[in-house]
């Protein structure tokens, strides 16, 4: 979401924020947002910083129409009848009820509460998210064939819910997350097929890539690799990622960096290929990794070190071969093997990633040095607020 006020980076001021759930709907309205559970008479009181709070005092009133509370220029709200989502709640706006939604308990992670628009259809919406960027595609094609353009395709697949269309249930071989995989292919090549088409594969730098690392795999499936950890987690499985990128005539085919980047980098990055200057305060972590893109020998890092931080909120920074992780001794994250949130004071962990890519031999005992070096540099991001210099 780009919100139309922003002064950070490369902005449009014409994006209007699309509200999809009731969290941020309550921000936007600045109302009280209550979900009722089914057949109980709690709620979840959110509070201006976002907090939920349970509440058991209400009890659950039938009734209602949202577009009787909301502005009629509110986007993306509607009512939620979609047919693979089977327990129902209530929402409510100022004491008033808005419209039923549900949430799952299948192993396929069906959608969690919240709003959808009339004839969506969960199946669908990366097939149509990618018709819809090649319609973008040819329009610009057709009406600015001389200027550029910024693409952004976020697909939903392969993140839960894991309910792939027909056409790709079944070829994995590995369930349906393996289909949602296979579905997210489908869309990339859909993409390439339409650049080619178009004749823009020549002068259009491709790039592929995800925001964090995956799931449990099924069927014997590794997912990760064997890289320990997976989403969530702040071991390597829960961070390392692929990163494909293709560009003709610059980028020779087949080649590959150890250069460590960070998808924050592509701002600065993107800045750097339009001849953009970034304002002072924006991409605050963000390096340009064009060099790295385009072969260059570099003298040193691009980056001087890399911050991670896990789901329950363990922080750990890479700086050479070295990664250090404070606070916890377990993965920090809820996907098994599941872990807790830091203790402060308490040992971490301290591996070299250069001999042991996999994590398995913890030196945080032995190198106390290192522990030291690291802690204050990270403490130092932490007070400065970003990690450029």
């Given at each position: 979401?780009?919100?139309?006020?922003?002064?950070?980076?490369?902005?449009?001021?014409?994006?209007?924020?699309?509200?999809?759930?009731?969290y941020?709907?309550?921000?936007?309205?600045?109302?009280?947002?209550?979900?009722?559970?089914?057949?109980?008479?709690?709620?979840?009181?959110?509070?201006?910083?976002?907090?939920?709070h349970?509440?058991?005092?209400?009890?659950?009133?039938?009734?209602?129409?949202?577009?009787?509370?909301?502005?009629?220029?509110?986007?993306?709200?509607?009512r939620?009848?979609?047919p693979?989502?089977?327990?129902?709640?209530q929402i409510?706006?100022?004491?008033?009820?808005?419209?039923?939604?549900?949430?799952?308990?299948?192993?396929?992670?069906?959608?969690?509460?919240?709003?959808?628009?009339?004839?969506?259809?969960?199946?669908?919406?990366?097939?149509?998210?990618t018709?819809?960027?090649?319609?973008?595609?040819?329009?610009?094609?057709?009406?600015?064939?001389?200027?550029?353009?910024?693409?952004?395709?976020?697909?939903?697949?392969?993140?839960?819910?894991?309910?792939?269309?027909?056409?790709?249930?079944?070829?994995?071989?590995?369930?349906?997350?393996?289909?949602?995989?296979?579905?997210?292919?489908?869309?990339?090549?859909?993409?390439?097929?339409?650049?080619?088409?178009?004749?823009?594969?020549?002068?259009?730098?491709?790039i592929?890539?995800?925001?964090?690392g995956?799931?449990?795999?099924?069927?014997?499936?590794?997912?990760?690799?064997?890289?320990?950890?997976f989403?969530?987690?702040?071991?390597?499985?829960?961070?390392?990622?692929?990163?494909?990128?293709?560009?003709?005539?610059?980028?020779?085919?087949?080649?590959?960096?150890?250069?460590?980047?960070?998808?924050?980098?592509?701002?600065?990055?993107c800045?750097?290929?339009?001849?953009?200057?970034?304002?002072?305060?924006?991409?605050?972590?963000?390096?340009?990794?064009?060099?790295?893109?385009?072969?260059?020998?570099?003298?040193?890092?691009?980056?001087?070190?890399?911050?991670?931080?896990s789901?329950?909120?363990?922080?750990?920074?890479?700086?050479?071969k070295?990664?250090?992780?404070?606070?916890?001794?377990?993965?920090?994250?809820?996907?098994?093997?599941?872990?807790?949130?830091p203790?402060?004071?308490?040992?971490?962990?301290?591996?070299?990633?250069?001999?042991?890519?996999?994590?398995?031999?913890?030196?945080?005992?032995?190198?106390?040095?290192?522990?030291e070096?690291?802690?204050?540099?990270?403490?130092?991001?932490?007070?400065?607020?970003?990690?450029?210099y």
């Amino acid at each position: 979401m780009i919100y139309p006020d922003s002064q950070h980076g490369l902005v449009r001021k014409d994006v209007v924020p699309v509200v999809c759930n009731p969290y941020v709907l309550s921000h936007l309205l600045n109302k009280d947002a209550r979900i009722i559970k089914p057949g109980t008479r709690s709620y979840q009181k959110i509070d201006d910083l976002g907090n939920r709070h349970v509440v058991n005092d209400r009890t659950v009133v039938e009734g209602g129409d949202l577009e009787d509370l909301l502005p009629d220029d509110l986007p993306f709200i509607q009512r939620c009848t979609h047919p693979s989502r089977i327990l129902k709640c209530q929402i409510r706006v100022n004491g008033k009820l808005t419209v039923w939604c549900a949430q799952h308990d299948e192993k396929d992670y069906r959608p969690r509460p919240g709003w959808v628009a009339d004839g969506f259809d969960v199946t669908e919406v990366d097939t149509v998210f990618t018709g819809k960027a090649i319609e973008f595609m040819e329009n610009n094609c057709k009406k600015h064939p001389a200027s550029p353009f910024f693409l952004y395709l976020p697909l939903s697949s392969p993140h839960a819910p894991w309910l792939p269309p027909d056409f790709v249930k079944g070829r994995s071989g590995d369930s349906a997350r393996g289909d949602m995989v296979v579905w997210t292919d489908w869309c990339v090549g859909r993409i390439i097929d339409a650049l080619d088409r178009l004749g823009l594969t020549e002068n259009t730098l491709l790039i592929v890539t995800s925001d964090n690392g995956p799931r449990h795999g099924q069927k014997g499936h590794k997912s990760s690799g064997q890289l320990r950890g997976f989403k969530s987690h702040i071991w390597e499985g829960g961070h390392r990622i692929p990163f494909i990128a293709r560009w003709p005539g610059k980028i020779k085919p087949g080649t590959t960096s150890d250069e460590v980047i960070c998808l924050t980098d592509l701002v600065a990055t993107c800045a750097a290929i339009v001849g953009a200057e970034l304002p002072a305060d924006a991409g605050p972590d963000s390096f340009n990794i064009l060099p790295a893109l385009l072969g260059a020998e570099l003298d040193e890092p691009i980056r001087p070190a890399i911050v991670h931080h896990s789901v329950y909120g363990v922080f750990s920074i890479r700086q050479g071969k070295w990664k250090l992780i404070l606070d916890t001794k377990t993965s920090g994250g809820w996907v098994r093997p599941s872990g807790k949130k830091p203790q402060p004071g308490t040992p971490g962990q301290l591996y070299n990633l250069r001999d042991d890519p996999y994590e398995q031999n913890d030196l945080w005992d032995k190198y106390p040095d290192v522990v030291e070096r690291l802690t204050k540099l990270l403490e130092k991001y932490k007070r400065q607020g970003h990690s450029q210099y």
